[in-house]
Every structure is written in structure tokens, then in C-alpha cells.
């Protein structure tokens, strides 16, 4: 018997249907002979729904209050569902995040899990309950409702599996796994049969929208095998998983886009010690995720810092910006919301040189300007105008060899690309 937590979003629950199909697979799981803990997301769409309520009210929020209606959905998800798996003779019991503790700080909107108690969950599992929890919420230290941000499910479901010592987490969405990359954009993208986490932390983190980036970095802490497979098929999915030999041998393994950034340009900044740390320090303090940088070199004692945030905090980081640009003497601040971010990722990088300027001269070729660029061991990410996100994809695609019908032939690709032969 294994204990195996399984998690369906939105779209897997977009209607009672589909909520009567999660709980037949939920069912047939725990026939199988496992112990069975469902996470589930709002209905498609609700959580969208409950914002533009909060946005006729006031455009100013409070944090504590939109956690409260927000985290309404997945409640009423959860009891649709335990009701679905009643309704065909299962024996299921559903719960909020704080009815089993989920932990978190106090950072509404985008709180982090401190901790989960899951003497509840246990107990229910050996009166053979199929154990329903509200996923994307949690309960802070006062007993606030907080809520875990933007696919915020997929953590609560890695988190519980890492707190129960489950055998395994699958994530159930409206894909069938992890492709090179998006397969609306490139028909050719190659479904992967496995993954690193480190390289699904990286795709997570550079924009692709199957997993959520907290879940990755607590499945990679905690060894969490972690599936990620379709609700409306049987196929087998995607498993991300401990890193072996085999998968450096593939030097990219997936690109990624990211159009939900913004850039601003702080100009004519003061060259000395202390400013940068003003500026991001009061970015910090509002807890606004900065995520690439780029400062010129300096040019008669002054300089330009440019950095991107995510769109969502766009318009708040502009105003801050501005008030600290007049109190450093800075003699400007210009913005750019048409931006995007277009990465390609493969822990194959590590022993290969010549990758970032393969793809600079992938991007050159199709007069694409690259305004910024960020890079780790195993990313290269580039900052483009939002308009050439889809050639840029479709280009880097086709030639690290991914529209291969196999990883050993992208491999061969690959390998041709470097050495600057023809593909």
C-alpha cells in the first residue's frame, strides 16, 4: 500500500462532471489499494470571478479581506468533490486549510508554508477516507485565512506529500506532462518522459506554466517523486525526479516564455555605494519580486539600473521607484510593459560551451534585439520585445534540435548546432 496525493486544478473541476471524473480516479485509487489525499483548486475561472467582485468594491483591498473571498472557491471545490466520491459509494471527508493546519507567515496574497499537521488527515485515512483538502490556502500564527499566490494548489499538494512522507504526488491538469515547450506555440513540441528537478525549477521560474515554482523547490528539498499527468487521459505523464546521467546528454531540454514581466529603467543613477540596495531595498520591503538586473557600466559618475518585475506588481513598483529615484538624485525612471522573457534550460549546459552564443546568434539571425540577459549554470534567459516572443520561441526550438522525434536525435542536433554545421 503506498500513500499517494494526488492534486486537480481548475479546469479538472471546471464543472460537476469533471468533479464527478476526479472522483472515480480518486476511487479507483484507493481500490487499488492505496491511501488517497486529493488537493483541489477552485473551479476553472472562480478565482478570477471572486478578484473582479473584490475590484467593484474598491481598487484598494485589503490583503486580509481578499484572502477571505478568494479562498472561498477552493471550499466550495472541496465539498463538491467529497460529495461526487459519496454519491459513488466512496467515503470521503473534506478540509479547509486551517482544519489541518496548514502553517503559513502572514504575507497575504502570497503567504509560505511554515508547517502542516496532518493528525487529522491521518486519522481519517485509517477509517479509509479519501481525504479532500482545499488547496492554495493556509492559516497564519493569529488565525488569519491567508492564500499561497497563483498556483498556490500545486504547493499545498507537494507540501502535504512531504509532511506525510507520501510515496507520491501527481499532478493532475488539463496537459498530459512536461513538454520542450508550449505545444501552442511550437505544434512540434516532444512530451518528456522525465525531468530534473533542477531543470523544472528553472523552466518553472523562467515562465512555463505546469508546475508552480514553489512546488518544484519543495518536491527537490524533499525528494518528492512528482508526476505530472492529464485528468481527462490515462497516459503515464511526466516525472520529475532526481537527476541522472542520462539526461545531460540532452543539452536543452525545454524553452520557455514569459510574457508577465515588466521592465523599468532607473537612469542616471548616482555610481556609488548604497544605491542599488535603496532601491531594491524598498522593493524588498513591499515584498516585490525583482527578478533580472542589469546596471551599465559607469560614464561620468553616474549609471542606468535596469530591472524587470512581474506584471502584477508593475504599477506599485513604478510609483515606489520614482519616490526613491528623487531621493537618491537619480535623473529618471523610465517603464516598459511589452516586454518578454524567453529561456532555454537543460542540465546538459554544465559541460558544453558555446550555448548562450548559439542562441544569441539564433535570436540575431531572426532580427530579434536582446535588451537583457540573465544566466545560471544550467539557463540562458533573454529580455525581448513582447511581439517576437512566439519567432524567438519557434526559432530556439527548431535549432537545439527539439522538434526531434527522439531526445538521442535532438541530441545529434544539438551537438551539429555547436559545431555550427547545418541541422
Same mark, same amino acid.
Given at each position: 500500500?503506498?500513500?499517494?496525493?494526488?492534486?486537480?486544478?481548475?479546469?479538472?473541476?471546471?464543472?460537476?462532471?469533471?468533479?464527478?471524473?476526479?472522483?472515480?480516479?480518486?476511487?479507483?485509487?484507493?481500490?487499488a489499494g492505496h491511501d488517497v489525499v486529493v488537493v483541489v483548486s *477552485?473551479?476553472?475561472?472562480?478565482?478570477?470571478?471572486?478578484?473582479?467582485?473584490?475590484?467593484q468594491i474598491t481598487d484598494r483591498p485589503s490583503e486580509r479581506e481578499?484572502?477571505?473571498?478568494?479562498?472561498?472557491?477552493?471550499?466550495?471545490?472541496? @465539498?463538491?468533490?467529497?460529495? /461526487?466520491?459519496?454519491?459513488?459509494?466512496?467515503?470521503?471527508?473534506?478540509?479547509? @486549510?486551517?482544519?489541518?493546519?496548514?502553517? &503559513?507567515?502572514? $504575507?497575504?496574497?502570497?503567504?509560505?508554508?511554515?508547517?502542516?499537521? @496532518?493528525?487529522?488527515?491521518? /486519522?481519517?485515512?485509517?477509517?479509509?477516507?479519501?481525504?479532500?483538502? *482545499?488547496?492554495?490556502?493556509?492559516?497564519?500564527?493569529?488565525?488569519?485565512?491567508? &492564500?499561497?499566490?497563483?498556483?498556490?494548489?500545486?504547493?499545498?499538494?507537494?507540501?502535504?506529500?512531504?509532511?506525510?512522507?507520501?510515496?507520491?504526488?501527481?499532478?493532475?491538469?488539463?496537459?498530459?506532462?512536461?513538454?520542450?515547450?508550449?505545444?501552442?506555440?511550437?505544434?512540434?513540441?516532444?512530451?518528456?518522459?522525465?525531468?530534473s528537478y533542477e531543470e523544472m525549477l528553472e523552466l518553472a521560474s523562467?515562465?512555463?506554466?505546469?508546475?508552480?515554482?514553489?512546488?518544484?523547490?519543495?518536491?527537490?528539498?524533499?525528494?518528492?517523486?512528482?508526476?505530472?499527468?492529464?485528468?481527462? &487521459?490515462?497516459?503515464?505523464?511526466?516525472?520529475?525526479?532526481?537527476?541522472?546521467?542520462?539526461?545531460?546528454?540532452?543539452?536543452?531540454?525545454?524553452?520557455?516564455?514569459?510574457?508577465?514581466?515588466?521592465?523599468?529603467?532607473?537612469?542616471?543613477?548616482?555610481?556609488?555605494?548604497?544605491? /542599488?540596495?535603496?532601491?531594491?531595498?524598498?522593493?524588498?520591503?513591499?515584498?516585490?519580486?525583482?527578478?533580472?538586473?542589469?546596471?551599465?557600466?559607469?560614464?561620468?559618475?553616474?549609471?542606468?539600473?535596469?530591472? $524587470?518585475?512581474?506584471?502584477?506588481?508593475?504599477?506599485?513598483?513604478?510609483?515606489?521607484?520614482?519616490?526613491?529615484?528623487?531621493?537618491?538624485? *537619480?535623473?529618471?525612471?523610465?517603464?516598459?510593459?511589452?516586454?518578454?522573457?524567453?529561456?532555454?534550460?537543460?542540465?546538459?549546459?554544465?559541460?558544453?560551451?558555446?550555448? *548562450?552564443?548559439?542562441?544569441?546568434?539564433?535570436?540575431?539571425?531572426?532580427?530579434?534585439?536582446?535588451?537583457?540577459?540573465?544566466?545560471?549554470?544550467?539557463?540562458?534567459?533573454?529580455?525581448?520585445?513582447?511581439?517576437?516572443?512566439?519567432?524567438?520561441?519557434?526559432?530556439?526550438? $527548431?535549432?537545439?534540435?527539439?522538434?526531434?522525434?527522439?531526445?538521442?536525435? /535532438?541530441?545529434?542536433?544539438?551537438?551539429?548546432?555547436?559545431?555550427?554545421?547545418?541541422?
Amino acid at each position: 500500500m503506498a500513500l499517494i496525493v494526488q492534486k486537480y486544478g481548475g479546469t479538472s473541476v471546471g464543472d460537476t462532471e469533471r468533479m464527478k471524473n476526479v472522483a472515480r480516479r480518486c476511487i479507483a485509487a484507493q481500490k487499488a489499494g492505496h491511501d488517497v489525499v486529493v488537493v483541489v483548486s *477552485a473551479m476553472s475561472g472562480e478565482t478570477n470571478r471572486l478578484l473582479k467582485l473584490v475590484a467593484q468594491i474598491t481598487d484598494r483591498p485589503s490583503e486580509r479581506e481578499q484572502d477571505v473571498v478568494v479562498a472561498t472557491g477552493e471550499q466550495v471545490s472541496i @465539498g463538491l468533490v467529497a460529495m /461526487a466520491i459519496h454519491a459513488q459509494r466512496g467515503k470521503a471527508t473534506s478540509f479547509m @486549510g486551517h482544519q489541518v493546519r496548514i502553517l &503559513t507567515d502572514s $504575507t497575504h496574497a502570497k503567504a509560505r508554508i511554515k508547517s502542516i499537521d @496532518g493528525e487529522r488527515i491521518h /486519522a481519517a485515512l485509517k477509517k479509509k477516507q479519501i481525504v479532500v483538502v *482545499a488547496g492554495f490556502q493556509g492559516v497564519d500564527e493569529a488565525g488569519n485565512i491567508t &492564500t499561497l499566490g497563483r498556483g498556490g494548489s500545486d504547493t499545498t499538494a507537494v507540501a502535504l506529500a512531504a509532511a506525510l512522507k507520501a510515496d507520491a504526488c501527481e499532478i493532475y491538469t488539463d496537459v498530459d506532462g512536461v513538454y520542450t515547450t508550449d505545444p501552442n506555440v511550437v505544434p512540434a513540441a516532444r512530451k518528456l518522459e522525465r525531468i530534473s528537478y533542477e531543470e523544472m525549477l528553472e523552466l518553472a521560474s523562467v515562465g512555463a506554466k505546469v508546475l508552480q515554482i514553489r512546488s518544484v523547490e519543495f518536491a527537490m528539498k524533499y525528494k518528492v517523486p512528482l508526476w505530472v499527468k492529464s485528468s481527462f &487521459t490515462q497516459d503515464p505523464g511526466t516525472l520529475v525526479c532526481e537527476e541522472d546521467k542520462s539526461m545531460e546528454e540532452v543539452l536543452v531540454s525545454g524553452i520557455a516564455y514569459d510574457k508577465n514581466e515588466a521592465k523599468i529603467t532607473v537612469w542616471g543613477v548616482p555610481d556609488t555605494p548604497g544605491v /542599488a540596495a535603496k532601491v531594491f531595498g524598498a522593493l524588498d520591503d513591499k515584498n516585490i519580486v525583482v527578478d533580472l538586473i542589469v546596471q551599465n557600466a559607469s560614464k561620468d559618475g553616474r549609471t542606468d539600473l535596469s530591472f $524587470t518585475v512581474g506584471k502584477s506588481d508593475f504599477v506599485k513598483a513604478s510609483e515606489l521607484v520614482k519616490k526613491v529615484a528623487k531621493s537618491i538624485k *537619480a535623473e529618471g525612471v523610465a517603464v516598459d510593459d511589452q516586454i518578454a522573457k524567453v529561456s532555454i534550460v537543460g542540465v546538459g549546459m554544465r559541460n558544453h560551451s558555446g550555448v *548562450a552564443a548559439r542562441m544569441f546568434q539564433i535570436l540575431s539571425k531572426e532580427g530579434i534585439n536582446i535588451q537583457m540577459i540573465s544566466t545560471s549554470e544550467i539557463k540562458v534567459s533573454c529580455v525581448v520585445h513582447a511581439k517576437y516572443t512566439e519567432l524567438a520561441v519557434r526559432a530556439l526550438h $527548431t535549432a537545439f534540435g527539439l522538434d526531434a522525434v527522439s531526445a538521442s536525435e /535532438a541530441t545529434v542536433s544539438e551537438a551539429k548546432a555547436l559545431k555550427g554545421e547545418k541541422v
